[in-house]
């Protein structure tokens, strides 16, 4: 008999050796696959979730509740009869039976992993013993998952936690907080997370991110979750993973250096390399953990030969120290954030466009307080009692009635709330200390009343009046075209009165 002929019987007796699944059980599992995949802040994993609960109309925790039940039984009844095992299994049915097993591990363990959020926080950055990880480990492997795999996904598991509780933080229901929780999810994960958890897992360094939105909108909180939610290994040897997600975060405010030490903090320095620098300075591109992120906010002020060395960054994933030309590997993920137009920074020549092209892999807007309250003015409620919880560690119903009454009876109706989350926070804490909060003086009065009282004094000329509110104008909403659609003059005036007066 010729060998290949003896081969392809060979191949053929194998083939027979494997279980397949029912048509049946195929279309179940792949909707497990889909569900687990899906994001879960948006409306297709609720749609998803209904269907394999099979019902309607219930609360998303119930939905999810039922959703396991189901594929619990149906995963009960391969193993009744011997049919549960990943190593029964090839190809697309051990794909789909691996999701729906997967599925169940992780939503038994989300407790542990929380608990082991927590305490991680608490702990800092050291990583803690992870006490679960032996069993998790021993069920995966019971059931067809090889050594390299359950490990894998042990990690993964814990990435999706953690990502889930960071970003849940951001609360408020309006449309524009739900797609902001959305795009944040899909910019750890990707739209696609099969081919995520695939190919991308270990290469999401490369997909640096720009956070844009007014002062006080939450940015630094946006960032902290995706820096907080990168993919760390699992030492099994050690039953930790291999770095603690708090010290995988760096955050710096460029803004609060001066010019000449701004370098000096982002690439370090050598001893020697300018008057003061009398040892050798480590810079945040080199505490930058493996599978880490660094935050650079403000960075729409600094200057364009330190644009010039992040390009380098992110174009070579290289960099010198001040004073040295040893070049050191940067091994993390950028994440930048600003609250000033950067179209305008581009178009008057202070803001690279080759740097912003490296920088904006993904661009998140941050929405306002203002727009949140317009488009659901019940995410008040929700905010307020998540900032009565931070301060105060606890939140009753009689508090925070009293606070929102104090600061609805005190503000301006349509008060727009000029400095975001940030003003409301300082305002919850107005009101608890002295029982009334009316709003930031300036912005409450409005651009026109203080026009107003400069025009009654009478010593200033129209042009004067009109700059000033050009100027005002601008503060408010950051950029020359909003105010010359406002104002009915073209950009090149608005920017003319705003610049010279």
């Known amino acids: 008999m010729p060998l290949a002929l003896g081969g392809g019987v060979l191949y053929i007796l194998c083939m027979a050796n494997f279980e397949e699944l029912t048509e049946d059980d195929r279309r179940f599992f792949q909707l497990v696959s889909a569900a687990g995949f899906s994001n879960p802040f948006s409306e297709e994993r609720d749609a998803l979730d209904r269907q394999l609960a099979g019902m309607t109309g219930a609360r998303q925790e119930t939905l999810l509740k039922k959703a396991i039940i189901s594929i619990k039984e149906r995963i009960e009844t391969l193993e009744k009869n011997g049919r549960a095992n990943l190593s029964l299994y090839q190809g697309a049915d051990r794909d789909h039976l691996a999701k729906g097993l997967l599925f169940v591990q992780f939503h038994r363990y989300l407790q542990s992993f929380d608990e082991l959020i927590q305490q991680q926080l608490r702990e800092g950055d050291e990583p803690c013993v992870v006490p679960f990880s032996g069993e998790l480990l021993a069920l995966l492997r019971e059931v067809g998952f090889k050594g390299d795999e359950a490990r894998h996904y042990l990690a993964f598991f814990y990435q999706l936690r953690r990502a889930f509780y960071f970003i849940d933080q951001l609360v408020g229901q309006s449309p524009a907080m739900r797609e902001l929780r959305c795009t944040l999810w899909n910019n750890i994960f990707t739209h696609n997370v099969p081919r995520y958890e695939e190919r991308l897992?270990?290469?999401?360094?490369?997909?640096?991110?720009?956070?844009?939105?007014?002062?006080?909108?939450?940015?630094?909180?946006?960032?902290?979750?995706?820096?907080?939610?990168?993919?760390?290994?699992?030492?099994?040897?050690?039953?930790?993973?291999?770095?603690?997600?708090?010290?995988?975060?760096?955050?710096?405010?460029?803004?609060?250096?001066p010019e000449a030490l701004i370098e000096s903090e982002l690439f370090g320095h050598r001893k020697g390399s300018f008057t003061g620098a009398v040892d050798h300075h480590q810079g945040v591109l080199a505490r930058c953990v493996p599978h880490g992120a660094i935050f650079l906010d403000e960075i729409g002020d600094v200057s364009a030969p330190v644009?010039?060395?992040?390009?380098?960054?992110?174009?070579?994933?290289?960099?010198?120290?001040?004073?040295?030309?040893?070049?050191?590997?940067?091994?993390?993920?950028?994440?930048?954030?600003?609250?000033?137009?950067?179209?305008?920074?581009?178009?008057?020549?202070?803001?690279?466009?080759?740097?912003?092209?490296?920088?904006?892999?993904?661009?998140?807007?941050?929405p306002p307080l203002r727009q949140q309250l317009a488009e659901d003015p019940k995410s008040l409620n929700q905010l307020l009692s998540y900032l009565l919880e931070r301060i105060l560690g606890n939140c009753d119903s009689e508090l925070m009635t009293e606070v929102?009454?104090?600061?609805?009876?005190?503000?301006?109706?349509?008060?727009?709330?000029?400095?975001?989350?940030?003003?409301?926070?300082?305002?919850?804490?107005?009101?608890?200390?002295?029982?009334?909060?009316?709003?930031?003086?300036?912005?409450?009065?409005?651009?026109?009343?203080?026009?107003?009282?400069?025009?009654?004094?009478?010593?200033?000329?129209?042009?004067?009046?009109?700059?000033?509110?050009?100027?005002?104008?601008?503060?408010?909403?950051?950029?020359y075209e909003e105010v010359a659609r406002r104002t009915e003059l073209d950009r090149r005036t608005v920017k003319k009165y705003i610049q010279g007066g």
């Open 201 to 257: 897992w270990n290469r999401m360094e490369d997909f640096s991110t720009l956070l844009i939105g007014e002062t006080g909108t939450g940015k630094g909180a946006a960032a902290a979750a995706i820096g907080r939610s990168g993919y760390i290994p699992f030492d099994e040897k050690h039953g930790r993973f291999a770095e603690s997600f708090t010290r995988n975060f760096i955050s710096i405010n460029l803004s609060q250096f």
């Open 307 to 366: 644009q010039i060395k992040l390009l380098r960054v992110l174009q070579e994933r290289v960099f010198s120290p001040v004073g040295s030309h040893e070049l050191k590997p940067f091994r993390g993920r950028i994440i930048a954030a600003t609250n000033r137009s950067l179209a305008e920074l581009r178009r008057d020549g202070n803001f690279r466009d080759d740097f912003y092209y490296r920088l904006c892999s993904d661009v998140i807007r941050v």
């Open 404 to 479: 929102c009454t104090a600061l609805l009876q005190n503000l301006p109706a349509n008060y727009r709330w000029p400095g975001n989350v940030r003003e409301l926070e300082q305002a919850v804490r107005r009101v608890l200390l002295n029982g009334c909060y009316a709003g930031d003086s300036f912005a409450a009065a409005g651009v026109e009343e203080n026009l107003q009282s400069l025009a009654d004094a009478g010593d200033m000329t129209a042009q004067q009046l009109l700059s000033r509110y050009c100027r005002q104008l601008h503060k408010r909403f950051g950029t």
